[in-house]
């Protein structure tokens, strides 16, 4: 892909394959599920899946039948998972294509099972609803499903239930959540794959993996709550670093003002540098004053974020192509995703999801600074 213009998002395949061992390791016995829904959480679900594959995954997840077709056309061939709905036309092509659907309610199991065809049977995980609210059978629907699913034409593959607040210090609703999965649990027929845990989960409660667990969110090296971040047992690497460089430098007089609305005013005489990245590229207007990198040191962006460009003051002259890190590590100061996250109200996960398309993606395969954010070499100060 051509790219003239010098900002990007770096992604570490390497931190993904340490983060994987880590969860690998952790899990015991029970297998990783590497969730590479929302392309990859804005990741790349194709490279972050190979990358997956090669590490020892033998499933992947996403939350969307269309994503499961990307990856299959992508010439992947590993099981898949849809967790989310498809709808009774997509029966026939998961049959073919040999993906895994979620059977969420009673009533979706008999209508997907007039919509299957010929060929090899449709293939199954049970979802139930155990405190999510989202989707899912109630647990007292349980026993009702296994039946419905035994006498099915589909294969009853696996049996799965999402934690709606594993990532808080309150275990209340999580206790609550496993101890009906239990319950559900003692009716299950043998032979049929339990997952439960999603990242939180799987890092805090590890006594709860059954036979595997759903890293989304840390498989990338970001913590799903502050909470869990302080806790982790594991050193999550983030994998995705966002770089671009100077394009424009100017002293500017006292007085000065910066970009839309004159928001920004200019103390004294001050080097103001533009960069080529904006809201079009998921870099929010919410993040003005959010600080970046340059030269290892912190400075901040001034004025209003722009569709394309923002602007940030220097603390002295540098040179067009400067390197400038949005997010990642460079020299000893690093800006994580969940700066980002906290400054604009949010989560971590909202963060590489709104990456637009307009900022490519490439990847590299450093494995040095285990435990670290990711020091990508071409931003590194020399
Ligand atoms: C997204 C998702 C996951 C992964 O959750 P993380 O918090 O990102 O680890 C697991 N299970 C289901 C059902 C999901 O929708």
């Not at 194709?46 to 939350?63: N, Q, Y």
């Not at 061939?77 to 709808?87: F, N, Q, S």
Request: aromatic fraction near 6%; glycine fraction near 10%.
């Amino acid at each position: 892909m051509e790219n003239y213009r010098p900002t990007k998002a770096v992604i570490n395949l390497g931190a993904i394959r340490k983060n994987l061992e880590s969860f690998q390791q952790r899990a015991g016995h029970a297998e990783v599920i590497a969730v590479v829904k929302a392309d990859g959480y804005g990741h790349g679900a194709e490279e972050i899946a190979r990358t997956a594959i090669e590490s020892g995954v033998h499933l992947l997840a996403v939350a969307t039948p269309d994503e499961a077709l990307a990856l299959r056309r992508a010439g992947i061939d590993r099981d898949i998972l849809v967790m989310g709905a498809v709808p009774p036309a997509f029966v026939p092509v998961a049959q073919r294509e040999n993906i895994i659907v979620t059977a969420l309610s009673l009533e979706w199991i008999e209508t997907a099972q007039q919509a299957a065809g010929p060929g090899q049977p449709l293939r199954v995980h049970l979802k139930v609803d155990t405190g999510m609210g989202r989707l899912g059978v109630q647990p007292e629907e349980a026993e009702t499903a296994y039946a419905k699913l035994a006498s099915s034409p589909f294969s009853f593959d696996g049996i799965f239930t999402h934690f709606a607040a594993a990532d808080e210090q309150d275990t209340a609703l999580f206790d609550r959540q496993a101890e009906r999965m239990n319950g559900v649990l003692k009716r299950l027929p043998e032979g049929v794959m339990v997952h439960v845990s999603n990242s939180a989960a799987a890092l805090m409660h590890p006594s709860v993996a059954c036979d595997a667990v759903r890293i989304g969110i840390s498989l990338y090296g970001i913590a799903p709550s502050p909470f869990v971040g302080e806790h982790s047992p594991i050193a999550l690497e983030p994998a995705l670093s966002l770089e671009t460089e100077i394009v424009h430098v100017k002293k500017v007089q006292p007085g000065a003002t910066i970009s839309y609305g004159a928001t920004y005013r200019s103390e004294g005489e001050e080097w103001i540098a533009t960069l080529p990245i904006g809201y079009a590229d998921g870099m929010l207007r919410g993040l003005q004053g959010q600080e970046v990198l340059v030269r290892g040191e912190r400075v901040p962006i001034v004025g209003r974020v722009c569709m394309d460009q923002c602007m940030i003051r220097l603390k002295g002259p540098l040179p067009v192509g400067e390197p400038v890190q949005l997010i990642g590590r460079q020299g000893d100061e690093a800006v994580l995703i969940d700066e980002w996250a906290e400054k604009l109200g949010t989560i971590p996960y909202e963060i590489p999801c709104i990456l637009t398309k307009r900022v490519p993606r490439i990847y590299v395969n450093g494995t040095k600074n285990a435990g670290l954010p990711f020091q990508s070499t071409d931003s590194m100060i020399r």
